[in-house]
Each structure stands twice: as structure tokens, then as C-alpha cells.
Nanobody, 125 residues
């Protein structure tokens, strides 16, 4: 059974940068579409970004376009989320999710079978 483990979260000032990682174990990660979701205080979980198994396709929610970049290194079984120009409203627990299959409807959380435990990102104003 594959497992996902997020790391790299922390406290950063507004305008700063942070890179979080999602490492997979248990099976080959390279065939999985992978996404980041987040859940802020008192909010529902929302889609942030997704990347196809090859890395050739990416998709972002509007609020992070131009600031966040999702990437992957299949040799390391790891997906990254580089977050620049962070804002207080980016404060949330960030979750990695993965699924097999095509790169479609990637923004729907119920399309993902594998989830990590989350990593906290806090942006101070």
C-alpha cells in the first residue's frame, strides 16, 4: 500500500517563500496524478494545484497562479509545491493526494484515493 508523507511546512512572513514536499513510499509514484489541497482554519478543504504523472501538465486554482509552482521528481518519488509571495490567507494545512488515471477533474478531492497526513503552513502578516 502506497503512503504519502508531506514535509517542509512552517511559519513564514507575508511575502516570503516556502517549499513543501510529498514523498511516496510503498509503490512506484510515477504513474500517479498528484495534487495539493489545503484546509484553512474554519474552511473547507480546497484544491490548490495538480500535476500529471509525467509532469507535462499542471493545473492551479486561480488564487495561487503566478505564485505557486508544482513539480515532481519521479526518480525520488517526490512532488513539490514551491510557494512564493505568500499571503496570510495561504495559511492552512496542506495535503498531498494521489491517484492513478488520466489528468481530468483534478480539482475534485473525491477523485483521489491516497492522502498524506498534512503539513501546516502559517503565514504571518
Amino acid at each position: 500500500q502506497a503512503q504519502l508523507v508531506e514535509s517542509g511546512g512552517g511559519l513564514v512572513q507575508a511575502g516570503g517563500s516556502l517549499r513543501i514536499s510529498c514523498a511516496a513510499s510503498g509503490r512506484t509514484f510515477s504513474s500517479y496524478t498528484t495534487a495539493w489541497f489545503r484546509q484553512g482554519p474554519g474552511k473547507e478543504r480546497e484544491f490548490v494545484a495538480a500535476i500529471s504523472w509525467s509532469g507535462g501538465s499542471t493545473y492551479y486554482t486561480d488564487s495561487v497562479k503566478g505564485r505557486f509552482t508544482i513539480s515532481r521528481d519521479n526518480a525520488k518519488n517526490t512532488v513539490y509545491l514551491q510557494m512564493n509571495n505568500l499571503k496570510p490567507e495561504d495559511t492552512a494545512v496542506y495535503y498531498c493526494a494521489a491517484r492513478e488515471g488520466t489528468f481530468g477533474t483534478v480539482y475534485r478531492s473525491n477523485m483521489y484515493a491516497l492522502w498524506g497526513q498534512g503539513t501546516q503552513v502559517t503565514v504571518s502578516s
